[in-house]
């Protein structure tokens, strides 16, 4: 696949993926995790980009938490362009930063926004999509891109997209955005899915950098004056104790609500590709072979009657007997057992650990 020139890409790997622990913790979160013998997904996420932007283009915008870790995971990136953020205020703060670093080293970036902890495949259908996308830009560098994924279901996990009218010259299966919309409930869901004009929301975005900051100072004035108090600063990348001056009054808003809601040059691209947030537990067996049980076996397991469970052990040995449908999960010092059912009540557990401050097993 053809390297695009003005490529930039920023991945955005601060989140904590709660819904995946005790796997998943506050030292060590989703897009850190290997499962199975798939490497780790932010170490997926940079591959997927292999071939379509240089190494020296990537950047990654991540916590301060784990900045070192991702550096150790990720040599081939220039270590200053692992960037940390001060505080945690939601992507469109850390969407803000990265552009407006890429903009100091390249006034004519164009900048692919990718989340850190998502599935993606086929690689080959990934890279043309954007290439696809990167033509449109070409004819529309005032656009903001959004990357829809046409919906398997009617899922209430996900925000959507609605589409408008098909781009009367395009090759790339671009549409005008009519509005995006929040998380639906079951009915309203299913009257999205049913009507074939939405799409979800995976977070993947594709712009001119200097056309996203014009959208920022105009919408986001606070991040745009925060950010020019730096404009001095020699170093390619402030030093951390100059971004916590400013970072942490950013406001706390999403890039979709702050920006891409309130701009009227926006176009959605329908993707290629297959697309899993893999958000919990049950996702695992999405992406995983069953053995003749059903069961989805990650490390050392022995099954004895037992059917259609998910387990990971760690590193050690689970035996089950005589169970269907749980998900076991078995790290060094906590062991998880649900049904598969209950999942997402993993993320009503770990906030009563946060609420009785028991950090150990946080």
Not at 67 to 72: G, N
Not at 183 to 193: G, N, S, V
Not at 221 to 233: H, M, R, V, Y
């Amino acid at each position: 696949m053809k390297e695009i020139g003005m490529l930039h890409v920023m991945i955005l790997a601060g989140g904590s993926g709660t819904r995946f622990w005790p796997k998943s913790r506050r030292h060590r979160p989703k897009q850190l995790l290997a499962f199975g013998d798939r490497p780790p997904l932010l170490r997926e996420t940079v591959e997927r980009v292999s071939g379509i932007v240089d190494a020296e283009r990537v950047w990654v915008i991540t916590s301060d938490r784990y900045a070192e870790e991702v550096r150790q995971m990720l040599p081939e990136v220039p270590a200053a362009q692992v960037v940390a953020e001060p505080a945690a205020r939601d992507t469109a703060p850390a969407v803000a930063l990265g552009v407006w670093l890429i903009q100091r080293q390249d006034p004519e970036a164009r900048i692919l926004v990718l989340p850190a902890d998502h599935v993606v495949e086929p690689v080959r259908r990934f890279q043309e999509t954007v290439q696809a996308a990167n033509r449109l830009l070409d004819r529309s560098p005032d656009h903001l891109l959004v990357f829809g994924i046409p919906p398997r279901d009617a899922a209430t996990g996900y925000g959507y997209i609605q589409r408008g009218e098909p781009l009367e010259v395009d090759d790339a299966g671009a549409f005008t955005v009519e509005s995006f919309r929040e998380k639906p409930d079951r009915q309203t869901a299913e009257l999205y899915y049913k009507s074939g004009n939405y799409y979800w929301n995976a977070g993947m975005f594709f712009f001119e950098g200097r056309r996203m900051l014009e959208c920022i100072q105009q919408f986001l004035p606070e991040i745009s004056k925060g950010l020019a108090t730096l404009d001095d600063c020699p170093d390619p990348v402030p030093p951390s104790d100059q971004l916590a001056k400013v970072y942490p009054d950013f406001p706390q808003t999403s890039i979709d609500y702050g920006v891409m809601e309130k701009c009227d040059t926006r176009l959605v691209v329908e993707a290629s590709f297959q697309w899993d947030d893999v958000g919990s537990w049950p996702a695992l067996a999405r992406h995983y072979p069953p053995d003749s049980d059903g069961n989805i076996c990650l490390g050392q397991v022995q099954s004895l009657d037992s059917s259609h469970n998910i387990v990971e052990s760690g590193e050690g040995l689970v035996a089950l007997i005589g169970v269907h449908d749980l998900i076991v999960v078995r790290t060094g010092d906590i062991t998880l057992v649900c049904r598969r059912e209950d999942a997402e009540r993993v993320k009503e557990l770990r906030g009563r650990l946060e609420a009785a401050s028991d950090e150990k097993h946080l």
